[in-house]
């Protein structure tokens, strides 16, 4: 019997080659799309967590002995409510783009009775609000109470926009740059945004805490699992191409 002639095996071995990297390639795209029903599980279940978190009736705030196993996961979101005092004079402005237009987070240092400071974003101001004096009446005195919900620090700053402390720039809500650059003293490793209680003079405007996190992983499994699917309907293609040109061949 004659051996197959080196063009033959030639096409058997790409027809392999096609075969093995199509599988491959249909088993990677398939992982893909199981991986997104994961996360779309582990995104619901965050989601409920908390939409639970923002309804529940408020708590303390975390104190220092809890402070390092906080978790987004676990205390992201999660409503509190604290007292102490203002420094007002170690506010910090925060670039920001709300409903309200472009201008900027007010980040004031909350001094409590037991020493901490935690960090409050107390609301939203327009550039021509960012002199504290074009809104004297916000600035309290005396003991105030703060309500409103748990966020974790920001640091870095934002999408290519990095924070730039010694020129009073601040594009996140960074809790370590902005204690270090106002020389505050022990302070929670989170900041509060503050509920919507107006504040005297109306300024800052609280209460615009956006509880959003985006859902799109049925979209990218289906997208996954149909790219899978129609590599595997190329390589199934081929095979039978390969099959029928050689019974013409042979015939």
């Known amino acids: 019997m004659a051996s197959p002639r080196p063009a033959a095996r030639r096409s058997r071995f790409a027809l392999a080659a096609i075969t093995v990297t199509g599988l491959i390639l249909v088993a990677a795209l398939a992982t893909l799309g199981t991986w997104q029903v994961h996360r779309r599980?582990?995104?619901?279940?965050?989601?409920?967590?908390?939409?639970?978190?923002?309804?529940?009736?408020?708590?303390?705030?975390?104190?220092?002995?809890?402070?390092?196993?906080?978790?987004?996961?676990?205390?992201a979101y999660r409503?509190?409510?604290?007292?102490?005092?203002?420094?007002?004079?170690?506010?910090?402005?925060?670039?920001?783009?709300?409903?309200?237009?472009?201008g900027f987070w007010v980040l004031t240092p909350l001094e409590r009775a037991d020493g901490t400071t935690i960090l409050v974003n107390r609301g939203f101001v327009p550039g021509d609000r960012r002199d504290p004096t074009a809104r004297a009446d916000g600035q309290?005195?005396?003991?105030a109470g703060v309500t409103g919900l748990l966020r974790l620090t920001e640091p870095g700053g934002a999408f290519l926009r990095s924070n730039?402390?010694?020129?009073?720039?601040?594009?996140?809500?960074?809790?370590?740059?902005?204690?270090?650059?106002?020389?505050?003293?022990?302070v929670a490793p989170y900041f509060i945004d503050a509920d919507a209680t107006p504040n005297p003079g109306g300024w800052p405007v609280g209460g615009l805490t956006i509880v959003h996190f985006p859902d799109n992983h049925l979209v990218y499994a289906i997208t996954w699992y149909?790219?899978?699917l129609m590599v595997l309907g190329a390589v199934g293609y081929t095979l039978v191409d390969a099959r029928r040109s050689a019974r013409r061949t042979s015939a």
């Open 41 to 75: 599980t582990w995104k619901h279940a965050l989601i409920a967590r908390v939409e639970a978190r923002v309804q529940a009736a408020p708590v303390e705030p975390p104190g220092p002995g809890a402070w390092d196993g906080l978790t987004a996961d676990a205390d």
């Open 79 to 102: 409503r509190v409510r604290t007292r102490g005092h203002f420094r007002n004079d170690r506010e910090t402005l925060v670039q920001a783009v709300t409903d309200l237009g472009a």
């Open 140 to 143: 309290v005195d005396g003991e």
């Open 164 to 186: 730039a402390p010694e020129a009073g720039r601040w594009y996140s809500r960074d809790v370590a740059g902005i204690a270090a650059a106002r020389g505050l003293g022990p």
């Open 226 to 228: 149909v790219l899978a």
